[in-house]
């Protein structure tokens, strides 16, 4: 079965400081893993996806298939990065599948 | 664009009735996505309509039923309410060929059932 862990439920740093949201997932086949984001009062959106090895707002994210991880990391955390993180974790079949959330993090910058 | 509107925002039925949720996708996208996100929890797959046809679903019971109409937009249907299904209902769209890589989420339905 799929299953993405999300071990912090909040997460509070000092503004300037690194930032890593932690992620493990359990899945057979081919994972595809992706962050979402929720800031107050909007919509849950895409951050980025391990497919696109891509630094968005300064946040990168390495699929590790070897301890099943895919860590969400920003070396100097921003007052605006305050916001709800999902890990999330999709089948290779891509399309019909659905995806896997986690429970998320809430991550509080502090100034 | 509105991108993907939901409504009701709010709804609050008691329990055994039935509810009717609406989705209409972002303007391009023919897939749409019903997830379930409970309290604290993130969101819980329900099922993918595509083509008029539901085409994968989640580990949710047959109470949970589903349509999408020929202009893509989509309805998610919920029969003998359970206290359980008090939850916020997202639906998700997404482009031709894109699936899980393209989806834009709507701002819910928060339903409470008593």
């Known amino acids: 079965a799929q299953r993405v862990t999300q071990p912090e439920k909040l997460l509070s740093v000092f503004k300037g400081a690194p930032v890593e949201l932690k992620c493990n997932y359990s899945?057979?086949?081919?994972?595809?893993l992706f962050w979402y984001v929720q800031y107050s009062r909007q919509r849950l959106q895409l951050l980025l996806r391990?497919?696109s090895r891509e630094s968005i707002k300064g946040f990168t994210a390495d699929l590790n298939k070897g301890e099943t991880s895919f860590h969400l990391k920003k070396p100097f955390a921003q007052e605006e990065d305050s916001a709800m993180y999902y890990c999330?974790?999709?089948?290779?079949?891509?399309?019909?599948?659905?995806?896997?959330f986690g429970k998320g993090t809430h991550l509080i910058i502090q100034p | 664009d509105a991108g993907v509107t939901q409504s009701p925002t709010h709804l609050i039925k008691t329990r055994g009735q039935q509810v009717t949720l609406r989705c209409s996708p972002k303007?391009?996208?023919?897939?749409v996505s019903w997830y379930q996100q409970a309290l604290g929890q993130g969101p819980q797959f329900i099922f993918q309509?595509?083509?008029?046809?539901?085409?994968q679903r989640g580990n949710f019971p047959d109470r949970f039923s589903g349509h999408q109409f020929p202009n893509y937009s989509s309805e998610l249907n919920v029969n003998a309410l359970l206290l359980g299904d008090s939850a916020l209902y997202l639906c998700?769209?997404?482009?031709?060929?894109?699936?899980?890589?393209?989806?834009?989420f709507g701002s819910g339905t928060r339903l409470t059932v008593v």
């Open positions: 309509y595509y083509e008029e046809e539901e085409r």
């Open positions: 899945y057979s086949g081919s994972p595809e």
């Open positions: 999330a974790l999709g089948g290779s079949g891509g399309g019909a599948d659905g995806l896997t």
């Open positions: 303007s391009g996208h023919d897939t």
């Open positions: 998700a769209s997404s482009r031709p060929g894109t699936g899980i890589y393209g989806y834009t």
């Open positions: 391990h497919i």
